[in-house]
Each structure stands twice: as structure tokens, then as C-alpha cells.
């Protein structure tokens, strides 16, 4: 721990650098409990999009909860959009071949049916873990050097709606999203004023539900996004304000979460910087990026499993961190870098 938190040091002292922080949302910012958080909102918003897409008007099947259809492996640390392609699958037997191309449909009637609740509907069942507000404030604080959002498996109205609901969003932390997010800010109505910068599982599904793998692979294709909006906000920043005659770059990415999916994604990113590294055509400017993970025994995990998925840091291309506190740790800061 002390060696990781000594790389991440010095690593965050660079002129002009900027640090990305993001954050997966459930067990690692926020954490259900018991058959509540199956009865949440969130949960519960699956069943709703598969009876309105895949059911037949006045039949009288209802899709069962998530946990009580698919193995905890198969949604722990997943995506919202491969988890509606496997519970199509298992409770419909509607294969991804036809439910993939309907991806977006569902996802929208999932905030359908989010939108129609308050916030303390939309909270019930989950909790702020410890830390994590004071964490956030004390992050908004450091905008100068740092951006925070969220990556997560969450469709991102959802997500805006949880965040809104539970206090994270009133920090100011996370960021304002990026131009494309504003540009499609009307699929979630309601939500407008939560916006905030990330990638999500409306952005991406590889749709490939047979592979285990794409739990994590999706999550880093999300982290990818998240980096590349931070990196062009930054430009369109710099370059509609000069005064300062410093530009900021992008020079690290940390992503923190609590499943081994979050690991395992941050480090599949991270691989993905050191190729384009070595890319003689420059790639999407990803190449000198250094990848942080901190990851967080706040969920169903502990810090050795999480740690050994991990493995030995890299200096300068993959520094890992490992807390058994999560973000109530008091070396969170600096295990991100930033203190």
C-alpha cells in the first residue's frame, strides 16, 4: 500500500497535469441491503422494460427480480445492458440476436419507469457508504487538477436520478458532462440539471452475454469513453479561455470500484494506454496516460482477492491501490493522487 501510495505520489506532481477520478456507483458510492436493494428501484426497473418490450398486451407473465433469475455473476459488477440481454434470455427466451438491436428501447423504458418516482423512491433500499460524501467535497475543492465522474454499468438517466437522490451530486465533485452528453440530454427528461460527465452502460454493450469477460471488457470500453470526453472538455476549455497560457492535459485516469470487474477493467485500460504508447500514428492520445486503480473491499470482496486481481504496479503505466476502508480510508486522496 505504502509503495503505491509513494508512485501515485509522485506521479501527481507534473505542471499542467490533470487527473480523471471515476467512480462505480454500486457498492463503491453506495450499498443496498439485503432483499431491499433487490426490491429497488433500480431492480425493479429491469422487470418493467422486459414486460413492456418482450411481454404481450393482456398476458399475464411478470419477470421475475434479477437476483432471483440469474447467478450473482451474472450482475455483480455487470452492466445494465448485459444484464437486460441475459434476463431477456432466461426469463423470455429471447436470444441476443433480437434483443441486442432493442438495447435502447429497453434502456429508455427503464428510465421510464425510473422517472415516474421521487427521490426518496428512487433511494430506498441504498445507502451513501462512509466517507464518500466527505470524500466528494473535499474533491470539488480540487477542480483545478482534477475532474471526478462516474463510470458504471448504470444507464446514465439512472444514474443521474441515484446520485441526485442519495446526496452524491449536491457534493458539486463530479464534473459537467461532456458536449456529446449534452447533445442527447433530452433521452432523459427530468434529469437535465444532474448531468455529469462519465461513461455508462447506455454508452456501450458489446451485447456478447456468453463470455464472462465482458463484464469487465464492457466496463473498460466505458472507462475509455469516460477518459476521451475529459480529455476533449479539457481542449474546448483551454481553448476558449487562455488566460492562464497553460494547457491542460490529461495525464491520469483512476478509476475506483469494489468488484473484481472494476479491477480487471482499469487494468484492461490501462494495457490499452501502453499499446497506444507504442503507436507511431499517435492513436486517440491515450498513450500518456498513467492508470490508477483504487480499489474499494466496501462490497461483496475483500482487499486480498481485489489486490491480487490487481497484481504488481507498473511504474508510470498501471499503479494500483488497494483499501479495506474504501473511501473512508483516510490515504484515500492520496492513493488517487491528489493529496
Same mark, same amino acid.
Given at each position: 500500500?505504502?509503495?503505491?501510495?509513494?508512485?501515485?505520489?509522485?506521479?501527481?506532481?507534473?505542471?499542467?497535469?490533470?487527473?480523471?477520478?471515476?467512480?462505480?456507483?454500486?457498492?463503491?458510492?453506495?450499498?443496498?441491503?439485503?432483499?431491499?436493494?433487490?426490491?429497488?428501484?433500480?431492480?425493479?426497473?429491469?422487470?418493467?422494460?422486459?414486460?413492456?418490450?418482450?411481454?404481450?398486451?393482456?398476458?399475464?407473465?411478470?419477470?421475475?427480480?434479477?437476483?432471483?433469475?440469474?447467478?450473482?455473476?451474472?450482475?455483480?459488477?455487470?452492466?445494465?445492458?448485459?444484464?437486460?440481454?441475459?434476463?431477456?434470455?432466461?426469463?423470455?427466451?429471447?436470444?441476443?440476436?433480437?434483443?441486442?438491436?432493442?438495447?435502447?428501447?429497453?434502456?429508455?423504458?427503464?428510465?421510464?419507469?425510473?422517472?415516474?418516482?421521487?427521490?426518496?423512491?428512487?433511494?430506498?433500499?441504498?445507502?451513501?457508504?462512509?466517507?464518500?460524501?466527505?470524500?466528494?467535497?473535499?474533491?470539488?475543492?480540487?477542480?483545478?487538477?482534477?475532474?471526478?465522474?462516474?463510470?458504471?454499468?448504470?444507464?446514465?438517466?439512472?444514474?443521474?436520478?441515484?446520485?441526485?437522490?442519495?446526496?452524491?451530486?449536491?457534493?458539486?465533485?463530479?464534473?459537467?458532462?461532456?458536449?456529446?452528453?449534452?447533445?442527447?440530454?433530452?433521452?432523459?427528461?427530468?434529469?437535465?440539471?444532474?448531468?455529469?460527465?462519465?461513461?455508462?452502460?447506455?454508452?456501450?454493450?458489446?451485447?456478447?452475454?456468453?463470455?464472462?469477460?465482458?463484464?469487465?471488457?464492457?466496463?473498460?470500453?466505458?472507462?475509455?469513453?469516460?477518459?476521451?470526453?475529459?480529455?476533449?472538455?479539457?481542449?474546448?476549455?483551454?481553448?476558449?479561455?487562455?488566460?492562464?497560457?497553460?494547457?491542460?492535459?490529461?495525464?491520469?485516469?483512476?478509476?475506483?470500484?469494489?468488484?473484481?470487474?472494476?479491477?480487471?477493467? #482499469?487494468? /484492461?485500460?490501462?494495457?490499452?494506454? @501502453? +499499446? %497506444?504508447? !507504442?503507436?507511431?500514428? &499517435?492513436?486517440?492520445?491515450?498513450?500518456?496516460?498513467?492508470?490508477?486503480?483504487? #480499489?474499494? /473491499?466496501?462490497?461483496?470482496?475483500? @482487499? +486480498? %482477492?481485489? !489486490?491480487?486481481?490487481? &497484481?504488481?504496479?507498473?511504474?508510470?503505466?498501471?499503479?494500483?491501490?488497494?483499501?479495506?476502508?474504501?473511501?473512508?480510508?483516510?490515504?484515500?486522496?492520496?492513493?488517487?493522487?491528489?493529496?
Amino acid at each position: 500500500l505504502a509503495i503505491g501510495i509513494l508512485l501515485v505520489a509522485l506521479r501527481s506532481s507534473t505542471v499542467g497535469a490533470y487527473t480523471l477520478i471515476t467512480f462505480d456507483v454500486d457498492g463503491t458510492l453506495v450499498k443496498g441491503s439485503g432483499k431491499a436493494a433487490d426490491a429497488s428501484a433500480h431492480s425493479r426497473a429491469y422487470g418493467f422494460a422486459c414486460d413492456r418490450v418482450f411481454g404481450r398486451e393482456g398476458g399475464s407473465k411478470v419477470t421475475r427480480p434479477v437476483a432471483q433469475v440469474l447467478p450473482r455473476r451474472d450482475y455483480h459488477g455487470s452492466t445494465d445492458g448485459l444484464i437486460l440481454l441475459r434476463l431477456a434470455r432466461a426469463e423470455w427466451g429471447v436470444e441476443p440476436s433480437s434483443s441486442a438491436p432493442q438495447l435502447d428501447r429497453l434502456m429508455d423504458v427503464m428510465y421510464e419507469y425510473i422517472s415516474g418516482l421521487d427521490d426518496d423512491e428512487v433511494a430506498e433500499g441504498i445507502r451513501v457508504l462512509p466517507g464518500v460524501l466527505d470524500r466528494l467535497e473535499a474533491l470539488s475543492n480540487m477542480k483545478d487538477r482534477v475532474a471526478c465522474g462516474l463510470v458504471t454499468g448504470n444507464v446514465e438517466g439512472i444514474a443521474r436520478r441515484k446520485m441526485r437522490a442519495v446526496g452524491v451530486w449536491g457534493t458539486d465533485a463530479l464534473a459537467p458532462p461532456a458536449g456529446d452528453q449534452v447533445d442527447r440530454g433530452g433521452r432523459w427528461p427530468g434529469s437535465e440539471e444532474a448531468g455529469f460527465l462519465g461513461g455508462f452502460g447506455s454508452d456501450y454493450c458489446s451485447g456478447n452475454i456468453d463470455d464472462a469477460d465482458r463484464n469487465y471488457l464492457d466496463r473498460s470500453e466505458q472507462i475509455a469513453i469516460a477518459a476521451g470526453r475529459c480529455r476533449r472538455s479539457l481542449i474546448l476549455a483551454d481553448d476558449s479561455s487562455r488566460s492562464t497560457g497553460q494547457r491542460r492535459t490529461l495525464k491520469r485516469v483512476v478509476h475506483v470500484g469494489d468488484a473484481p470487474s472494476d479491477v480487471l477493467a #482499469a487494468k /484492461a485500460f490501462a494495457e490499452r494506454c @501502453a +499499446e %497506444e504508447a !507504442g503507436d507511431e500514428e &499517435g492513436g486517440n492520445g491515450l498513450g500518456n496516460i498513467c492508470v490508477g486503480c483504487v #480499489a474499494v /473491499a466496501t462490497g461483496s470482496y475483500g @482487499a +486480498e %482477492e481485489l !489486490g491480487e486481481l490487481a &497484481g504488481e504496479p507498473i511504474p508510470e503505466r498501471w499503479e494500483p491501490v488497494t483499501l479495506e476502508e474504501g473511501m473512508a480510508d483516510r490515504d484515500f486522496l492520496k492513493a488517487c493522487g491528489v493529496e
